[in-house]
T-cell receptor, first 115, second 113 residues
Framework: GESVGLHLPTLSVQEGDNSIINCAYS??????FIWYKQESGKGPQFIIDIRSNMDKRQGQRVTVLLNKTVKHLSLQIAATQPGDSAVYFC??????????????FGQGTILTVHP | KAGVTQTPRYLIKTRGQQVTLSCSPISGHRSVSWYQQTPGQGLQFLFEYFSETQRNKGNFPGRFSGRQFSNSRSEMNVSTLELGDSALYLC????????????FGPGTRLTVL
């Protein structure tokens, strides 16, 4: 069945460092991947997405890398700030199928940024 | 533009009872999805509605149901509550397509005693 999993459940970094959060997925039919950030007491918030026909996409301080050969996704956060502390989820969807609204989420990584 | 709103934010019920949760999507969004979030299972897809029709459903028992109204507002219902139904229930809205960005509400925290 479909599954999206994370290698590391927690990540602690110093303010100003770069952070890398990893995600493995198993559904080769997935063609759209998203990273979400969830702060305590809030719902997930969209960070960045990438389509399966891309290898890399950059946003403001964030970069997502997609390696379809090994079914691996990563989120890089540059100059990590205390406000980046949250749980980060990767999610995937098969936009070409009948997966309307069905995001499949990974387990999540807790990112803690120390001042 | 107002975000996705969910009511109530917190709810305490006892086993065997039923509960109805409400979600108001972002104005103009016609797709509403529901997710269950628990520490053990993470975020799991419940169902998705578009134009008052359920387009997709996750692997949950029939005790979990939902509906969507003509104004795109949605409700989900859980009947015969079990302890394991304690969770954060999240609603997300998007425009139309599966890959359209989903905007999440703050969730309803349901505790079943």
């Amino acid at each position: 069945g479909e599954s999206v999993g994370l290698h590391l459940p927690t990540l602690s970094v110093q303010e100003g460092d770069n952070s890398i959060i990893n995600c493995a997925y198993s559904n080769s039919a997935s063609d759209y991947f998203i990273w979400y950030k969830q702060e305590s007491g809030k719902g997930p918030q969209f960070i960045i997405d990438i389509r399966s026909n891309m290898d890399k996409r950059q946003g403001q301080r964030v970069t997502v890398l997609l390696n379809k050969t090994v079914k691996h996704l990563s989120l890089q956060i540059a100059a990590t700030q205390p406000g980046d502390s949250a749980v980060y989820f990767c999610a995937e969807i098969n936009a070409g199928g009948t997966s309307y609204g069905k995001l499949t989420f990974g387990q999540g990584t807790i990112l803690t940024v120390h001042p | 533009k107002a975000g996705v709103t969910q009511t109530p934010r917190y709810l305490i019920k006892t086993r065997g009872q039923q509960v109805t949760l409400s979600c108001s999507p972002i104005s103009g969004h016609r797709s509403v999805s529901w997710y269950q979030q628990t520490p053990g299972q993470g975020l799991q897809f419940l169902f998705e509605y578009f134009s008052e029709t359920q387009r997709n459903k996750g692997n949950f028992p029939g005790r979990f149901s939902g509906r969507q109204f003509s104004n795109s507002r949605s409700e989900m219902n859980v009947s015969t509550l079990e302890l394991g139904d304690s969770a954060l229930y999240l609603c997300a809205s998007s425009l139309v397509r599966p890959e359209d960005e989903q905007f999440f509400g703050p969730g309803t925290r349901l505790t079943v005693l």
